[in-house]
């Protein structure tokens, strides 16, 4: 059975209905993940996300459980019933190939920005008793740790900044940046002076790149890696690479206004996915994360 037979196979059984592929067409990706567009017999269509096991630069966990993570967290945001979130239809391995098979979607540039901030500001009212998610997942191709905290200063020192850190320390990035990276994690509770977040579902990668809209204008968004935290996580990402439409931060201000201090605290969460990609890419982004660093802790 090859791959494709094997990925048609898992469709059908997932969909209760006979899938003859007609036709896979590769359409643009990233780097590690491939992408392509099925197409079947009886005109259905499908997303499919390939990866090759074999890959010397994905990391052994990644390849096991990558997909299977995406899965689940695009799972819980299409559960909310709030933005619309590509369906999973089937993921499994294959002739050397893991593969995530979702809902094709119609994609478009622009759409109803401002229903994009109202509807993201209702999934951030989505809530858990406690910081984190069922399982681990993933930012990129780095394992982020999701294991459930009552305390959203110790789940940020431990498992978001801590953690990268850490990775830092193992790909050896410099003392330099450990030295200022454990003065910060030291003053992390005078960001949090009067303000108290509430364990909000939230995409977690929350970039321009990860939404997108329906031909109607309807928003959607993908690729993401969730987990409950605080909502000004998935805000400050949102401008942290280009941003978003002024339309979006409107209406989510007015569905549910931000509070005091999110200025600084938009540079602590952003300090994650910089420290994330000086781990993934190094380059510039070494010095940024280490600058970002010494801005919190003057202004702390």
Request: hydrophobic residues 40%.
């Amino acid at each position: 059975m090859t791959l494709w037979d094997r990925v048609a196979a898992a469709i059908a059984e997932a969909t209760q209905r006979p899938f003859h592929l007609r036709a896979q067409t590769p359409v643009s990706g990233g780097d590690i993940n491939r992408s392509h567009r099925l197409e079947g017999a009886d005109g259905s269509c499908y997303f499919v996300k390939l990866n090759d096991v074999r890959h010397a630069a994905i990391p052994s966990t990644w390849l096991r459980t990558g997909f299977a993570a995406e899965a689940a967290g695009l799972n819980a945001l299409a559960a909310t019933q709030t933005l619309r979130i590509p369906c999973v239809i089937a993921h499994g391995t294959a002739q050397g190939h893991n593969f995530l098979v979702l809902e094709q979607l119609d994609l478009h540039a622009h759409g109803d920005a401002t229903r994009l901030g109202t509807q993201l500001a209702v999934l951030h009212r989505c809530t858990a008793e406690r910081f984190g998610f069922m399982q681990d997942n993933f930012i990129g191709t780095t394992p982020q740790p999701n294991a459930w905290s009552d305390s959203w200063i110790e789940f940020w020192a431990e498992r978001r900044l801590g953690h990268q850190l850490d990775l830092a320390r193992h790909n050896g990035l410099g003392k330099t940046l450990q030295t200022t990276g454990a003065q910060l994690l030291e003053t992390l509770p005078v960001f949090f002076e009067g303000y108290t977040p509430q364990p909000s579902l939230l995409h977690g990668d929350l970039w321009r790149g990860n939404h997108s809209y329906l031909a109607d204008g309807t928003p959607t968004i993908f690729d993401p890696a969730v987990y409950y935290g605080d909502r000004e996580c998935d805000l400050a990402m949102t401008e942290l690479f280009g941003g978003y439409p002024d339309d979006f931060y409107t209406a989510y201000h007015k569905a549910w206004p931000l509070d005091a201090g999110y200025t600084q605290r938009r540079q602590l969460y952003n300090l994650y996915h910089i420290l994330n990609h000086a781990n993934l890419f190094g380059g510039g982004y070494v010095p940024q994360a280490q600058r970002m660093m010494r801005a919190l802790l003057t202004a702390a």
